[in-house]
């Protein structure tokens, strides 16, 4: 059984950071692709940044140049840092992991995490 469990949600201000963590267990976490995707209230769901098991990283425009996601294979984590962080940031932020990178893409990832709210207001 594979499990994902996010934390490092919260309330912050709008400018500031924070940074989520994604540990994995249940798998092999060096061979999958990884996503972090995010739902705002009223929204859909969106894929906010991937990195393959090859580190390869991609990013949404919204949040290019502001947020940056890594991976850890030997703590088998991921983390998303979120710099810079706006009111429209707002949501519940999820990991998600398949060995297949196309489903990341396609928003259908194998494996879910439950889900870590982060909230930015003043």
């Known amino acids: 059984q594979v499990q994902l469990v996010e934390s490092g949600g919260g309330l912050v201000q709008p400018g500031g950071s924070l940074r989520l963590s994604c540990a994995a267990s249940g798998t092999i976490f060096s061979i999958m692709d990884m996503g972090w995707y995010r739902r705002a209230p009223g929204k859909q769901r969106e894929l906010v940044a991937s990195i393959t098991s090859g580190g390869s990283t991609n990013y949404a425009d919204s949040v290019k140049g502001r947020f940056t996601i890594s991976r850890d294979n030997a703590k088998r984590t991921v983390y998303l840092q979120m710099n810079s962080l706006k009111p429209e940031d707002t949501a519940v932020y999820y990991c998600?992991?398949?060995?297949?990178?196309?489903?990341?893409?396609?928003?259908?990832?194998?494996?879910w995490g439950q889900g870590t709210q982060v909230t930015v207001s003043s």
């Open positions: 998600a992991a398949d060995p297949t990178f196309h489903n990341i893409v396609i928003l259908t990832p194998r494996y």
